[in-house]
Nanobody, 125 residues
Framework: EVQLQASGGGLVQAGGSLRLSCLVS????????IGWFRQAPGSEREGLAMIDSGDGRIFYDDTAKGRFTISSDNAKNMVYLQMNNLRPEDTAIYYC??????????????????WGQGTQLTVSS
């Protein structure tokens, strides 16, 4: 069974930085693309970024461009999301998930599976 577990959330002041981690188990991180998503209270889950660690392909949603950086460490079976210049509106639960197949090129939540419990990020003003 493939499982993904996000970690690294916490309380950060506006303007600060944080790196989230996603541990993949039951598979290798380069088998299928891994995406980062978030969901704020009362809002739908939105995609942020995805990475195919097999061919190096990376996609960013407009929300993440310029402030967030996705990366992976195949040896550790980990995917990371570095977030800079955080804003109060970034407050949400952050999730990582695995794409249904390698042909997935956008972070549409319906195309992803193996959602973990998520990690809470709170950005104070």
């Amino acid at each position: 069974e493939v499982q993904l577990q996000a970690s690294g959330g916490g309380l950060v002041q506006a303007g600060g930085s944080l790196r989230l981690s996603c541990l993949v188990s039951g598979s290798t991180v380069d088998e299928k693309p891994i995406g980062w998503f978030r969901q704020a209270p009362g809002s739908e889950r939105e995609g942020l970024a995805m990475i195919d660690s097999g061919d190096g392909r990376i996609f960013y949603d407009d929300t993440a461009k310029g402030r967030f950086t996705i990366s992976s460490d195949n040896a550790k079976n980990m995917v990371y999301l570095q977030m800079n210049n955080l804003r109060p509106e970034d407050t949400a639960i952050y999730y990582c998930a695995r794409a249904l197949s390698k042909i997935v090129v956008v972070t549409v939540p319906e195309f992803f599976r193996s959602w973990g419990q998520g990690t809470q990020l709170t950005v104070s003003s």
